[in-house]
């Protein structure tokens, strides 16, 4: 046996996701990088060899939580000291202060590496292993996208897949493009591969992931592909009943796009299309280059192409120099609009972005009182459009037990609501039919049907 795998032999690793999806498929591909060296996942922190911390710049209170946790294992690390390995990652690391911080007051941290060098954690293990000292890899901008990564999912039946990186869209307050680096999408092959692996795998639901989809540009020896051409393509592998996607940026999206969820059975009849403020002069400032107006025209054009469409959206209450004339106008349009479900948001600081600058920040106390009306506005669309399912039968993928409910299911309709349902045993992974019978603010419930009467 060599020195190395001596080493990591049966060691557990523990991982904890602070942000979106695109963060959680990291988790996935570093866990799948582990245990292909050999390690085992645990999921009890207190027992872990190795401890992970990926973290998100985005997320309320997703900073103060990531400090508070990683303060939390100052003992251990004390107590078992090269025994024990604390990894941190993620988006914050993107940003220089961050990583400052860490190496001032966390100095006991072992690995900090950030978002364009994940496929590098195994490499940064090993060199602690056998030099003792701390590793340090963060790097400004992806290089070439690295293909070919495992990863561990968390789901059988279902799978996130990353069709681009990046973003440059710099909406002024927004840290991402800082953190993520600039647009680079995937190649189209490559994609394609992943897919039939993961649908020879068991995968029956794919979601594409990237900042903004809408502007997904694969080149290939064939030409571009753009991302409905990619959707098509991806429909065509057997054994993928349903394709999702997160984000689209309003300003990008293609009559190509919305046609493609009239011809494609396969693309999940659900949008998630933020529209960040329903004021013209916020919007401006923002850096979402629509109107109001703009996005209304959009959402309708939708809604004829695909009347049963579900669509949610991102808000966010206070934006610096918001007026209370700007947020009644982002009232009115969640009012008008009627979503299925909102991300509402208050605006914080994000240290380097324009928005951060200003001086015209808008006050805590008002900040929230808004916020409580669109959440109460969002609440009562959301209500609504859950009713209207009651005494539908939809098809369900099946993610598993309820977590909320013993003795019930919970999966997801086509137009992404969530469902508790009663039924036999065996449903999980599965596409059942069920029957709504109850609907509340957030989720609906039911039970599974003989077959489909859509
Ligand atoms: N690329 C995606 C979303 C990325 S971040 C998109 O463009 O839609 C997810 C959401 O976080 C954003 O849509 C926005 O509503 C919110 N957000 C981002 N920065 C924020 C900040 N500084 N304060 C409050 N909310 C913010
Ligand atoms: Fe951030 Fe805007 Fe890019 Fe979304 S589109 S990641 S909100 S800069
Ligand atoms: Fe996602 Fe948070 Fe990074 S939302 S892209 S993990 S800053």
Redesign the pocket.
Known sequence: MTYKENFSDKKKFHITT??????EHDSEIMAGMLIEKGYVQTDNREEADIVIF??????EN?DKRFFGTLGQLKHKKMQQKEAFTVCVC???MQQQHVVDTIKEKYPWVDVIFG?HNIHELPKLLDNLHTEQIKQIDVWEDGREIVEDLPAKRLFRHKSFVNIMYGCNNFCSYC??PY??GRERSRKPEDIVKEVRMLAADGVKEITLLG?NVNSYRGRSDAGETDFADLIYMLADIEGIDRIRFMTSHPKDLSDKLIDAFRNCDKLCKYIHLPVQAGSDAVLKDMNRKYTADDYRTLVKKIRAAVPEIAISTDIIVGFPGETEEDFEETLKLVRETEYDSAFTFLYSIRKGTPAARREDQVPEEVKHHRFNRLVEAVNESSAKKNHAYIGRIERVLVDGTSRSKEGTYEGRTDSFKLVNFTGEAGLEGKIVPVKITGANTFSLTGETADSLKL
């Open positions: 602070f942000g979106c999806q695109m963060n990926n973290t998100c710049s985005v997320r997703a993620g988006c914050m978002t840290i991402v953190t993520r900042q």
